[in-house]
């Protein structure tokens, strides 16, 4: 397994406003996902970060909104980028360990937007 | 993306067994089945995982059917502590590694 740290665990944020959100793991590993989790909703994937390469973001999701950032093979971060309400979730970040690719998680920031 | 269909919620008394079902009939020969649960405000926790073959560990055991398409995730002995939302996932098409979440099963153990 591993342990995975994120910052900040919680934030209140203005409308109009930019968060970054760090994500630090333990050990190295070449994949890291990002998530969000809405109100009551289930876990949807924003992207995928792996160091050296660009993020691949899923359909629904863009760089401009969502910068994300992988310098190294233990930490990333991810921007959620002029907020409004419907921003208001909390953001997971995972990694992928072990011969079969099972996920980690961290504990999550929740976000909430004003 | 990968799609599998668990119940949308189950009660289970503690103590007793909880089998929680998943249908996931379109996944392929070198796909394997991960469960995770997510206890209320807290990360995804992974469980297990499996190919073909059953699975034990210390949190629980999965059943895979011989055909691949559907398990079970059994709890053997329940505690209040195991109410959470269970999912059931598998990687589906591409080795891209990432894991796409359905709505899950709420499970919940009941004094």
């Known amino acids: 397994s591993a342990v995975i740290s994120q910052k900040p665990s919680r934030d209140i944020c203005q409308r109009g406003t930019s968060l970054t959100i760090q994500c630090q793991v333990d050990?190295?590993?070449?994949?890291m996902f990002w998530y969000r989790q809405q109100p009551g909703q289930s876990l949807t994937l924003i992207a995928t970060?792996?160091?050296?390469?660009?993020?691949?973001?899923e359909s629904g999701f863009v760089i401009d909104k969502f910068p994300i950032s992988r310098p190294n093979l233990t930490f990333s971060t991810l921007t959620v980028s002029n907020m409004s309400p419907e921003d208001s979730s909390i953001y997971l970040c995972?990694?992928?360990?072990?011969?079969?690719?099972?996920?980690?998680f961290g504990e999550g920031s929740r976000l909430t937007v004003l | 993306d990968a799609k599998t269909t668990q119940p949308t919620s189950m009660d289970c008394a503690e103590g007793r067994a909880a089998n929680l079902p998943c249908n996931h009939s379109?996944?392929?020969?070198?796909?394997?089945v991960y469960w995770y649960r997510q206890i209320h405000s807290q990360g995804p926790q992974y469980i297990i995982h499996?190919?073909?073959n059953n699975e034990t560990n210390e949190m629980a055991s999965l059943i895979i059917t011989e055909d691949r398409k559907s398990s079970t995730l059994i709890l053997p002995h329940a505690t209040l502590r195991d109410t959470a939302v269970y999912y059931c996932?598998?990687?589906?098409?591409?080795?891209?590694?990432?894991?796409?979440f359905g709505q899950g099963t709420t499970l919940q153990v009941k004094p």
């Open positions: 995972s990694v992928a360990l072990g011969v079969a690719g099972e996920l980690f």
């Open positions: 050990s190295q590993v070449t994949m």
């Open positions: 970060a792996n160091q050296g390469s660009e993020a691949t973001y």
């Open positions: 379109t996944i392929s020969g070198n796909e394997y």
């Open positions: 499996g190919l073909k």
């Open positions: 996932i598998f990687h589906g098409s591409g080795n891209t590694g990432k894991l796409i």
